[in-house]
């Protein structure tokens, strides 16, 4: 009863190599009741019930009247829809695996779908779950010090532009860890970009596209001087805060000082939320201003954005850490209070991330890619001479981009989850 079928596989050698998979046969027939149609479907002499709404299986009904099929979306006219919509018949078709529905409005509209996109879609927690982990956004590894070394992956920048499947790796490794190095980059300034233009486009921000971080007098941010450069994360004055930071470093320090402090803010986050929960109910509802006042090409900016330091979903889970002691207004409207209370849960997080943090000095030809809404990150002080000036290129990316390349080459190449349309 097994029926095989051959599949061309790619390997993480780039090799074709030819997989054999087998299915066992499906048997699967249907029924409704008040409510739901209800698909029994054998495998493997198991029965699994799965049940679909009717109100969803007509609003996701697949003819070229409800669905416009070059651009997958839906086109059914919502403004006619019957919430209490029906089936007059039901029937599953075994050989040609498709449920179809007759349904009870005027015109008895008629709805085919196929097995397998009803099973990809049934509505098992645990099914849900598998969407969410596998396909939606890859789970994240949080990392303290002791796991950074298994954290940080190295990627080749020739293979990243030339070969999909690195380009998949790269961001598989980057969107669970957080951090990822690309090395091989030659010491031009276009590089970043052909990295960004691989995955989307670059993050414009009010400081230009590509910045040059370089030590510079007069400057309008603190990034540009040579001192110390305390811990923070860029620009939390953005609602649409740039997600992703690559620097390219074109030129080092060879003085003492220039090493990258680096901090999971996730894992700090976890941490206080654990073993510190007051001053973790602090970080992640006390409203800061986060700004930035300044003029750059000669247009003026005052930039504004409300938001705690540790930000959460409404499921409590992590999406953001804004973190600057420069880029912190002293405007602080929260009720008096609260103030002293708010600066001593500051003053633990800062002890928490340098505990953790780890020192890296980037090497040139090489660009250190990190998640601007996790990582936090830091430079030490260092002494530029006239023949060894720090020269670093960096260039914001968007994790809207990121995810989206990430899944259209999921679907290419991850063989645990396949995206059914
Ligand atoms: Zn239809």
């Known amino acids: ?15 074709r190599v030819l997989i054999i998979r087998h299915f066992s046969s499906v048997n699967a027939n249907a029924n409704f009741n008040d409510k739901t149609i209800e698909l029994h479907i054998t495998k493997n002499n198991t029965t699994t019930k799965h049940s679909f709404p009717f109100v969803w299986l007509r609003d996701n009904c697949k003819c070229d009247a409800c669905l416009h099929k070059a651009s997958s979306s839906r086109i059914i006219n919502w403004e006619q829809f019957d919430l209490n919509v029906k089936p007059k018949s039901v029937e599953y078709h075994n050989e040609r695996k498709i449920l179809k529905i007759k349904w009870n409005d005027k015109d008895e509209h008629i709805s085919e779908f196929s097995y397998e996109w009803l099973e990809a879609r049934n509505f098992s927690k645990s099914n849900r779950e598998e969407y969410l982990k596998k396909f939606y956004c890859l789970p994240k590894k949080l990392w303290g010090k002791n796991e950074y070394s298994s954290a940080m992956e190295y990627f080749d920048f020739t293979k990243i532009l030339e070969s999909d499947l690195e380009l998949y790796k790269w961001l598989k490794s980057f969107s669970i860890n957080g951090i990822a190095t690309i090395t091989g980059v030659s010491s031009t300034e276009n590089e970043v970009r052909k990295i960004a233009d691989r995955v989307g486009f670059i993050r414009k921000t009010h400081y230009g596209e590509e910045f ?31 997600g992703v930071n690559l620097l390219h470093c074109l030129v080092q320090s060879k003085s003492d000082g220039a090493q990258n402090l680096l901090v999971d803010g996730f894992y700090i986050a976890e941490k206080l939320r654990k073993e510190y929960p007051k ?23 005052h930039s504004i954005y409300r938001a705690p330091m540790i930000c959460t979903d409404y499921d409590g889970r992590l999406t953001r850490i804004n973190h600057s002691i420069p880029q912190r207004d002293s405007f602080f409207a929260v009720p008096i209070e609260e103030v002293q209370e708010w600066y001593k849960a500051l003053s633990l997080f800062i002890k928490l991330i340098y505990d953790e943090a780890i020192e890296l000095k980037t090497k040139e030809g090489t660009i250190l890619c990190f998640d601007n809404r996790r990582a936090v990150h830091g430079r030490k002080q260092y002494i530029d001479t006239d023949d060894n000036c720090r020269h670093i290129i960096g260039a914001y990316l968007d994790w809207d981009e990121i995810y989206s390349k990430l899944r259209v080459l999921q679907k290419k190449y991850d063989e645990n989850f396949k995206y059914v349309i």
């Open 279 to 301: 001053e973790f109910k602090l970080l992640t509802t006390v409203l800061i201003d986060w700004s930035d006042i300044g003029q750059e090409d000669e247009k003026s900016f």
């Open 1 to 15: 009863m097994f029926r095989y079928v051959l599949k061309n596989y790619m390997n993480n050698n780039n090799n």
């Open 212 to 242: 040059m971080v370089k030590a510079k007098d007069n400057t309008s941010n603190v990034a540009y001087l040579s001192s110390n450069l305390q811990m923070h994360t860029d620009l939390p004055y953005y609602e649409y805060v740039p």
